[in-house]
């Protein structure tokens, strides 16, 4: 039976957090990077245990490569084809970004040219994929640290017009709006005033922090105050979507990371997912 | 040349100077790739971490690695500490414990510093860091040192 839609709020799977996934009894869902999955999509013992709680889980991509100017990979597709059906996924996630080029790695996501040609180019990827998976396709924008000098939209005509045009839905990253919208210099709740929030899937939230004027969004630091203001922002424009916590190392002691999603959940107007009583 | 030619061309020089060392394209902020490019880096040697915890114990982490790694293409966590400890080894800069580590996935892997990493089928002996490691089975076993300290 297919897993509910993403609600609440959520904690990112990783591996050195499972032992505290037992003590999250308001979990509904999670999500998990689509790579460290084994080849056949199924997942390790305690995502499936998990999963026969009822937590909808979630298969994250980050190697798809959908705005890479060389030919998607279909056995990248079918894979995440097949995680989605062994998880029994409402949606599958991705980003819209880069990987890799000319035969080189580079071992994150990248920003791609905002141009016109890139749309083209996207809607034309994101058609071929949504083609072959079984489930409804979310699209997270990333986190930047530079942009092209090619760029010919702003971010909210460029994110609009290839939802439109695909169908797909938005995996809104809250932290990378963030950190895109300080590192420009602008205002973050002008791109949540155009974007199409009624095609938000869910929300991302992680910390980040200040490294020589530049934010970075580092998934290690704790959620800053600027981005549950952001959540909240978010939140007070539509009903509040499915949103969770990212974390990916300096994992801190267990109160800390349940006062965290404590305070997301505040944000969103969500109930408490700890089991730990409201002050 | 084609659109996509181009992309594929401007894409694959950006990703170069990121990750493998060459120039900044043109029209770039220098500053913020700088930053990105040190980002990465960063990203990188934790992933070498993860899969080489010994390594990153005894080798300044991640500053001898991320010297190292500047101008050479990420390869994944397993094969960037393959190469990484193997160069080492070769300057003769790899401390012990970390050469037992190494000797342990040699044991484990066949790995030609060409071709991706293969588990090793057949037993293999190895020795590194003062000890012999014997794989049988798929495991790795400490059998027994060659020489004091």
């Known amino acids: 039976m297919t897993a509910g839609w993403p609600s609440g709020v959520g904690l990112g799977w990783r591996p050195e957090l499972a032992g505290l996934f037992d003590e999250l009894p308001g979990l509904r869902f999670t999500e998990v990077i689509a790579e460290s999955l084994a080849s056949s999509g199924a997942p390790p013992a305690p995502l499936a245990a998990l999963r026969e709680r009822g937590v909808t889980v979630i298969p994250h991509g980050v190697r798809l490569s959908l705005g890479g100017a060389e030919p998607l990979e279909p056995a990248r597709i079918d894979f995440l084809a097949r ?15 880069f990987v890799r080029a000319g035969g080189i790695e580079a071992g994150h996501l990248l920003p791609v040219p905002r141009t016109r040609d890139m749309v083209d180019l996207l809607v034309r990827n994101i058609r071929q994929v949504r083609a072959s998976l079984p489930v409804p396709l979310a699209l997270e924008p990333i986190a930047a640290l530079f942009d092209w000098p090619d760029d010919e939209l702003d971010e909210a005509d460029f994110l609009t017009e290839i939802v439109d045009r695909t169908d797909a839905l938005l995996l809104l990253d809250v932290a990378n709006a963030y950190a895109n919208a300080r590192n420009r210099g602008d205002d973050p709740t002008v791109l949540l005033d155009r974007l199409p929030l009624e095609r938000i899937g869910y929300v991302h939230v992680a910390g980040g922090s200040e490294h020589e004027g530049l934010y970075h969004d580092t998934h290690t630091d704790p959620t800053p105050h600027e981005v549950l203001d952001l959540v909240r922002a978010l939140c007070g424009r539509r009903p509040a979507p499915g949103s969770m916590l990212e974390r990916d190392g300096g994992y801190p002691p267990k109160a800390e990371l349940y006062a965290e999603l404590d305070a997301i959940a505040a944000a969103a107007g969500h109930p408490r997912i700890t089991g730990t009583a409201h002050p | 040349m084609t659109d996509c030619q181009d992309l594929a061309a401007k894409q694959a020089a950006l990703v ?13 902020d220098r500053r913020r790739v700088a930053a990105a490019r040190q980002a990465l880096l960063r990203k990188r040697a934790g992933e070498v971490a993860r899969a080489w915890p010994v390594l990153a114990a005894e080798c300044e982490w991640p500053g001898w690695f991320t010297e190292w790694a500047a101008d050479r293409s990420p390869r994944g966590g397993l094969r960037d500490g393959f190469d990484f400890a193997r ?63």
């Open chain 1, 83 to 97: 995680c989605a059906e062994s998880l029994e996924a409402p949606l599958v996630s991705e980003h819209i970004a």
């Open chain 2, 16 to 28: 170069a100077a990121l990750v493998a060392g060459a120039p900044v394209p043109d029209g770039f």
């Open chain 2, 87 to 149: 160069w080492l080894r070769s300057m003769g800069r790899l401390p012990d414990v970390a050469a037992a580590e190494l000797a342990t996935r040699e044991a484990l892997w066949w790995y030609d510093g060409q071709a991706p990493p293969r588990r090793r089928r057949l037993p293999a002996l190895r020795q590194g860091g003062g000890f012999w490691i014997l794989q049988a089975l798929g495991r790795a076993h400490r059998i027994r040192g060659w020489q004091a300290g």
